[in-house]
């Protein structure tokens, strides 16, 4: 694949605030805030990565962009790392999802369960339900997808892609 067209891709970095904790965002492609976005231009699919460990989402980075531009830029490329597994930049904001505050505590948030929790919170507060997933997990991440499943089987899965 070249090299120039995944330099053009928009990649947002993101810190957000999920079950109290830091959690950083890999965003590839223009929509950075899926649940304001109420239009036409709203995507109908999300392409949603979980890493394995240690949860480095950079790791994720030119292959999220390569299957962003194998998809010609239809959906958004989103790569989620793992609850305490990032820092934020000291001169990066932190952004809080507004229903947040209203989750409750995870018991065991750095433990497996808890990561499953965190990627489920996650994705009922940064995801409209309306949007179809596509699971991609890598090492830890497929057994987390799996799970995902189990606890939440009303996710609109439609696709589960694991390595």
């Known amino acids: ?6 330099e ?3 990649v947002h970095e993101e810190f957000v605030l999920c079950c109290g904790i830091e959690t950083q965002v890999l965003k590839c492609g223009p929509w950075t805030d899926l ?5 036409a ?3 109908k699919v999300l392409i949603f990565i979980i890493t394995g460990n240690p949860g480095l989402t ?3 980075l030119p292959f999220a962009k390569a ?9 958004p490329v989103w790569i989620i790392g793992h609850a305490g597994h990032s820092v934020a930049p000291r001169d990066k904001k932190i952004r809080a999802a507004s229903d947040d505050s209203n989750t409750q505590e995870i018991k065991d948030i750095y433990g497996l369960r808890g990561q499953i929790e965190h990627k489920l919170v996650f994705l009922r507060t940064h995801v409209p339900k ?7 997990g890598h090492s830890i ?4 997808s799996l799970q995902m499943l189990k606890y939440a089987p009303e996710l609109p899965v439609f696709l589960l892609l694991q390595e």
């Not at 694949?1 to 995944?6: A, F, H, P, Q, R």
């Not at 991440?141 to 987390?144: A, D, K, L, R, T």
Request: hydrophobic share 40%.
């Open 1 to 6: 694949m070249d090299s120039k067209i995944k």
């Open 8 to 10: 053009e891709i928009p």
């Open 35 to 39: 649940l304001s976005d109420q239009g």
């Open 41 to 43: 231009n709203r995507p």
């Open 58 to 60: 950079t790791f994720y």
């Open 67 to 75: 299957l962003y531009s194998l998809i010609n830029g239809r959906f």
């Open 130 to 136: 309306q949007i179809k997933l596509v699971l991609i």
């Open 141 to 144: 991440g497929c057994y987390i």
